[in-house]
């Protein structure tokens, strides 16, 4: 990760928190997530300043993504995962509660901009008690992909790509993901109550 950059122009973080913002509303919104459930968001700052993933590391871009995601987090009671980079094999930034809760196996490493990136190493700043995992064994409820950096192996199956008006955070591309309960069952089966009642209704 050469040519960190903390200030590249022109850049609207403003604008940053607000799409990131509006994004993970829609998210929420339809993935109906409980308390202390795991929402992942992986992410290249580089590519939120129109660079390649991993040349121009920017921390302002990392606090403003957290900016307009933590809010809505806490609010909801949820648990964010920040995925680091490869160097740091893609492990996560949970809050200890969380890796506890999950019994996630801690990982001794501190995430910064050369081997971690930029979103994992603010994490380190901005979450209560951080702790670095090496997964959350496929656990995420939901999650956020910043730039194409793929964070599907951090999902429980089975995964739903989500659609929002946010189509970019920044000039990174913007993909969102949630998890969905595994259909089960033959050509009986029936997968919910209003199923069932018509099913009821029909045979008289």
Not at 68 to 85: F, S, T
Not at 86 to 110: G, M, P, S, T
């Amino acid at each position: 990760m050469d040519n960190v950059s903390l200030e590249q122009q022109p850049l609207d973080l403003n604008e940053i928190v607000k799409q990131t913002g509006m994004a993970l509303h829609d998210l929420l919104q339809i993935s109906n997530l409980r308390a202390r459930q795991v929402v992942v968001l992986g992410g290249s700052t580089s590519e939120v300043v129109g660079e390649k993933i991993g040349s121009s590391t920017n921390l302002e871009v990392a606090e403003a993504i957290l900016d307009g995601m933590l809010p809505q987090i806490r609010e909801l009671g949820l648990y964010i995962a920040i995925q680091g980079c490869e160097h740091i094999n893609r492990a996560l930034v949970v809050e200890e509660k969380c890796a506890k809760q999950y019994e996630l196996e801690i990982v001794h490493v501190f995430p910064y901009i050369k081997a971690g990136g930029g979103l994992a190493a603010v994490a380190m700043n901005r979450l209560e008690n951080p702790v670095v995992v090496e997964n959350v064994k496929s656990q995420a409820s939901a999650g956020m992909d910043i730039g194409d950096v793929f964070i599907g192996m951090h999902m429980k199956p089975v995964g739903v790509v989500v659609r929002s008006q946010v189509k970019s955070i920044g000039q990174a591309h913007l993909s969102m993901i949630r998890a969905r309960p595994k259909l089960i069952g033959g050509t009986r089966a029936k997968y919910s109550r209003e199923e069932v009642v018509k099913w009821q209704e029909k045979k008289g």
